[in-house]
């Protein structure tokens, strides 16, 4: 029960950072961090995967009502819950993982990275082609999700070195 509590005030507590203190800070004048995602990537395997699809539109779709963004942040959240466990597969080349042992933060560190990094600029990718949604605005959509997701990934890492330093 400790377990399901912990990712509770996880899910409470990254969307009132996201909401009260990221929404509002704006680096570069467009560079704007979505550390929310960090509850997907760290969100356990052993966990049903329709609960995770769930949280995952949910924490996109508060996000969402408070940005004004119509959808775009619920749309990628969810994309990156569903392709998290196949990418996983793919990054530790196994076909079987054993839920309940595994843990994301475990994996070496060129791994984890990996799987930190490749989901954050796909989730920025969704994040912002659909929010420009026009062929012509490429170069727009290429360079917010490169600088966001550098942002993104900077206080991924930093989050989950906090998060795990007393164990």
Do not use: C
Not at 90 to 102: A, R, Y
Not at 133 to 146: D, E, G, H, P, V
């Amino acid at each position: 029960m400790t377990d399901v509590f912990k990712y509770i005030l996880l899910f409470i507590g990254l969307l009132f950072v996201q909401i009260v203190v990221l929404n509002n800070v704006l680096f570069g004048g467009y560079i704007n961090p979505m550390l929310y995602i960090l509850f997907v990537l760290i969100y356990p395997l052993k966990r049903d995967r329709g609960a995770l699809l769930f949280l995952a539109f949910l924490l996109g779709l508060i996000i969402d009502f408070f940005l004004d963004s119509g959808g775009v942040n619920a749309a990628a959240t969810v994309f990156i819950a569903y392709i998290r466990l196949p990418l996983l597969k793919g990054i530790i080349n196994k076909t079987e993982i054993d839920f309940l042992v595994f843990k994301v933060t475990k994996l070496p560190l060129l791994k984890w990275l990996s799987y930190v990094v490749i989901l954050t600029f796909v989730h920025h990718f969704i994040v912002f082609s659909l929010d420009f949604f026009k062929f012509n605005a490429i170069l727009t959509i290429f360079s917010k999700t490169f600088f966001t997701s550098i942002f993104t990934i900077i206080l991924l890492v930093f989050s989950i070195i906090l998060m795990n330093k007393d164990k």
